[in-house]
């Protein structure tokens, strides 16, 4: 099978479990949710997301609200996995590191390693940022502090394991040049490659003094935290040669992460990889920054939004769109509730929702609540008979915003075609065949509209589907339901409800 029709597994990175989620968390799963849900409308596909539980900056958060780990873990998990249901993020599987399938399959990593000559023991002596979990060496160090987050670092003197990771940095280059895109944007990629040409150190892949981890057999320690946690994306499908989870799904079409853990993913994780005998997945998109005033959220800078008011005040497919739709994925942008609002008024409120609400209440009105005959031919065929075809493209290449932009001119055209025909005017003067194509074009365009905004509005355009009187399956496969214009029924009735995205308050 060529990658085109290969499974599709796409992966969110896994959450460190040291507080509550913010936006910028529910942001990168509401992401993969709406790629799973384009891949699934024609092919089988996967969708993983979890929570990253080890390490020294969830033990620390843990021992500051006076309780052990696991404890704080297991009380804190609940919240994010309530939190992406309330966002309809449709994951086929939620992982967490403590659990023993994680545990179990990273200890044979380890063993697989050790025993192919990949890792070697050796003294760590450096600096650790325990924020980033990260270890640098003096020269990379920002005025003494960590460069990424410019927290104060902690001295480390201990005897570690230590990842050849540096024996993989000819093969990484030639990666990177063979697979121009696999690591995007391209400032991203530009950015790994610069740190490629600048050399590669080995990576201490293990904790001597610190225990809050996987434990490494027989010889004591346990694994550093990022390796534990790279490792989530295959352990969580089973890997071994024989499961089929694993042979569908690996290598990963998308693994989706912000661009602050990018040379974890796109230098480390692909080395790890090769080291086990496996394949690099196919694309790592890295993307930029909720921002607000300017500065990234973050819980450090206590500039965050809570999810959970949001999907109260505007619901949460309205704030799947306004996250979609804000800016080109890949780039940062800005956020606040005013600017969530004017989108909710405009593109939600006004154009989308006003469309359904008119039509059916026109059909209501002059067909008696069942949609009338199709017109024997539509221009509308002409112009939007390759839209699907053209979304789920843009989708899949993650370009959201386009997509969006792409389908927002079938709605358009609908709400200027009754503004121009005037169906009221229509009606008066007895034009009623003129009067039922206008009003069974808007209901195909719905119908339509509702199929290409589910992996986006999941909820919503379920409710639109039911006041369209259910036309079908709302996420069968593209390819048969855009088969020609005029695929819903004439003599469908209708169910006008109450509006799709009523006032705010
Ligand atoms: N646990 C590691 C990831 C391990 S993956 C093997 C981690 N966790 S994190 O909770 O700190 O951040 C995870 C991700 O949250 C970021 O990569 C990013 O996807 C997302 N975001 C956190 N803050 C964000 C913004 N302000 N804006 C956009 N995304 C943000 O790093």
């Known amino acids: 099978m060529s990658s085109v029709e290969r499974a599709y597994y796409v992966t969110t990175p896994i959450y460190y479990i040291n507080g509550n989620p913010h936006v910028g968390h529910v942001y990168t799963t509401i992401v993969a949710d709406a790629l799973a849900r384009t891949a699934r409308t024609f092919r089988p596909a996967f ?33 994010w996995q309530e939190l992406f249901k309330l966002y309809h993020c449709s994951y086929d599987d939620f992982i967490r590191t403590t659990q023993a399938r994680h545990v179990e399959k990273v200890q044979r990593v380890f063993e697989q390693l050790h025993a192919r000559g990949d890792v070697y023991l050796g003294k760590y002596e450096g600096w650790y940022c325990v924020h980033e979990e990260t270890f640098w060496l003096e020269s990379k160090l920002v005025d003494g502090r960590c460069p990424t987050c410019g927290r104060e670092v902690q001295w480390i003197s201990e005897d570690d394991w230590f990842f050849r990771l540096s024996a993989y940095r000819e093969r990484l280059i030639e990666h ?22 600048d050399g590669l150190e080995d990576l201490s892949i293990s904790r001597a003094t610190f225990d809050w981890g996987v434990p490494i057999p027989r010889h004591g ?64 998109f890295a993307h930029g920054w909720i921002t607000v005033e300017g500065q990234k959220m973050s819980k450090s800078v206590g500039n965050v939004a809570d999810p959970f008011a949001l999907a109260q005040r505007f ?32 593109d939600l409120a006004n154009d989308l929702g006003n469309l359904l609400q008119r039509t059916l209440a026109m059909v ?37 915003r386009d997509a969006l932009e792409s389908i927002w001119d079938l709605v358009a055209t609908l709400n200027r075609r009754i503004d121009e025909r005037k169906p009221w005017v229509l009606q008066k003067e007895g034009r009623r065949d003129e009067l039922g194509s206008l009003l069974y074009d808007c209901c195909e365009g719905l119908r339509r509209l509702a199929i290409l905004l589910h992996p986006v509005m999941p909820e919503r355009t379920a409710e639109m589907w039911r006041q369209l009187g259910k036309p079908g399956l709302i996420d069968e496969d593209w390819s048969t339901s855009f088969a020609g214009w005029g695929r819903i029924a004439a003599g469908t009735r209708v169910s006008p409800g109450s509006s799709l995205f009523p006032k705010i308050a």
């Open 221 to 284: 320690g346990v694994i550093y935290v990022w390796l534990d946690a790279l490792l989530n994306y295959i352990t969580a499908i089973g890997w071994s040669e024989d499961d089929a989870l694993f042979n569908t799904y690996w290598p990963a079409s998308t693994q989706l992460i912000g661009k602050d853990i990018a040379r974890f993913h796109a230098i480390i994780w692909p080395a790890i990889l090769w080291a086990l005998g496996e394949a690099a997945p196919d694309l790592i």
């Open 364 to 400: 209501q009105r002059y067909f008696g609540g069942t949609i009338p005959a199709a017109p024997a031919e539509s221009d509308l065929e002409h112009r939007f008979g390759g839209l699907a075809v053209k979304v789920r493209a843009e989708l899949l290449e993650l370009r959201f």
């Open 176 to 197: 990177y040049q063979r697979n121009p895109t696999w690591v995007q944007p391209r400032s991203v990629y530009n950015e790994m490659m610069a740190l490629l040409r």
């Open 47 to 79: 969708f993983l997301t979890g929570t990253d539980e080890h390490g020294q900056k969830v033990a620390n958060a843990a021992a500051a609200a006076g309780m052990s780990p696991q404890v704080w873990t297991d009380e804190l998990v609940p919240r």
């Open 315 to 346: 619901g949460a497919d309205s704030v799947r769109y306004f996250l979609l739709r804000e800016a080109a994925f890949g780039s940062d942008f800005s956020y606040s509730e005013e600017k969530i609002s004017a989108r909710y008024t405009s």
